[in-house]
């Protein structure tokens, strides 16, 4: 069965809580060689309906009203996308937001990259001289189709067990049924952006967390994707907190701290409160 979700784009909220959104270490999440945008846009104007879809599903978590992970400027409108870019004024940011998403080395979305898709949808428009959209066309909803990369499960309910319910707010849940254990930080690393609640996630990945007192610990996934800081373990935690994920050689980092360990609250299928979706594996 495939499911599909509904992506809200427009003007983003971001909780102070959940406030945390990816970059690549080195880079700041900055969009490199972008500039400052025209003023307030609402998401799409101006835009053909498919190269709004991908900036919606590839850019506005960071790039959208209110900007967030140190993201400098808006990527909503038309007018925004033909603005001159900061490092070369040369070129418009949507020709610099090319160049990025095709960046090996410091790809955006931060750590992940554009989808072949995107590129491919980007790439056409600009070849195209970057028409504008048809003002008569009311683009449809964007839909996002949930995966389940590992094509494996949770299955086995509310059975207590460090592996159960990948993507589901661990500490939120365990808080309002007050059961144990008592997580201070927990969350799913998994191998694509969009999983689905208790989809299987991405084993032996470290995720190092490091805190007010510049303590790090790291925190490996099990079999699930699962990683938790249990108050048992006795190592204290002073929020706000910082994480980074690590894997094959690469990193990628929350730009912003979050004032709580719930990660998955924020992580969700679809992503809340300016997070992308999922805590996904470099």
Known sequence: MRHFGILVVGVLTLAAACGGSSGTTGDGGSGSGTGTGTGPATAGEGLPCDVAEVLALECQSCHGDPLTGQAPMALLSYD?????????????????????????????????????????VFQAWLDAGTPKGDPSVSCDPVMVELTCTTNTHWTMGDHESPLMHPGVACIDCHTAENEGPNLLIAGTVFPSLHDEDDCNGASNIDVEIVDAENRMYTLPTNSAGNFMLDAEDNLPVTFPIRASVVANGKTVAMMDPVDHGDCNLCHTELGAEGAPGRIVAP
């Open 80 to 120: 925004q996308l033909m603005a001159a870019g900061l490092s070369d004024p040369s070129k418009t940011m949507a020709q610099l937001s090319l160049e990025r998403m095709q960046d090996a080395g410091a790809p955006m979305p931060p750590g992940i990259g554009a989808s072949t898709n995107a590129v491919a």
